[in-house]
């Protein structure tokens, strides 16, 4: 099992910067993959970045150079840096992990943490 709890939204105006934070607990070690996703109301949930445990990014192309996903091990958190915010990155976020175990796939999700942009 694994725990999976964010913090650091908030309202900010456009051009501002947030940092959103994953901390991660129970068998963490069992991860492979942390994502970040978002959702805005009446539409489906969408990817903004992951990271696995080779290091490997991958970003949405709305957020590529304005956003930045990364790991702190001792920690066991994920973050993502949001610079140069929009209106349109409003939505709830969510921090996802993916965890294999014996070859299954086990999902979590976070509760998740409102970001407003206004303009």
């Known amino acids: 099992q694994v725990q999976l709890v964010e913090s650091g939204g908030g309202l900010v105006q456009a051009g501002g910067s947030l940092r959103l934070s994953c901390a991660a607990s129970?068998?963490?070690?069992?991860?492979?993959?942390f994502g970040w996703y978002r959702q805005v109301p009446g539409n489906q949930r969408e990817l903004v970045a992951t990271?696995?445990?080779?290091?490997?990014?991958n970003y949405a192309d709305s957020v590529k150079g304005r956003f930045t996903i990364s790991r702190d091990n001792a920690k066991n958190t994920v973050y993502l840096q949001m610079n140069s915010l929009k209106p349109e990155d409003t939505a709830v976020y969510y921090c996802?992990?993916?965890?294999?175990?014996?070859?299954?796939?086990?999902?979590?999700w976070g509760q998740g943490t409102q970001v407003t942009v206004s303009s």
């Open positions: 996802k992990a993916d965890s294999f175990v014996l070859n299954k796939l086990y999902v979590y």
């Open positions: 129970g068998s963490t070690f069992s991860i492979n993959v």
């Open positions: 990271f696995n445990t080779g290091g490997t990014t």
